[in-house]
């Protein structure tokens, strides 16, 4: 493969782990729609990215203080993968376009200002 194209086969990766998730987050059998696990809209969003990057950083400082530790549950890679498929939440929501979410609300979740 070449370089250019390594990025695009991540991302096809970071789809690839939406779908498998969200048969298990938003299965037909529940009544759990993707935009009910962000009460604050994009701010709730930030916060789990937030999160993310700080696991990260633990994961990362744990490593460079000892060669031998590795991740117990979640890769670093997992973890990135996450917070591409996060940003891509991000702007799914920002544009209104997420599963589940209210039209009459903005992009914080607010009830919207009628013109």
Known sequence: MT???AP???????????DRKSRDYQNPNS????????????ASI????????LRIYSVLEAMEKDDKYSANFESLEDSAKDLANYAAFFVTYSRGEMQGQDGTRDFLNRTKEVE
């Open 3 to 5: 370089e250019r194209l």
């Open 8 to 18: 695009c086969k991540v991302l096809q990766e970071c789809m690839d782990l939406i």
């Open 31 to 42: 009544r759990i729609k993707q935009s009910d696990y962000y009460p604050r809209g994009v």
């Open 46 to 53: 930030i916060d789990i990215i937030q999160t993310k990057v």
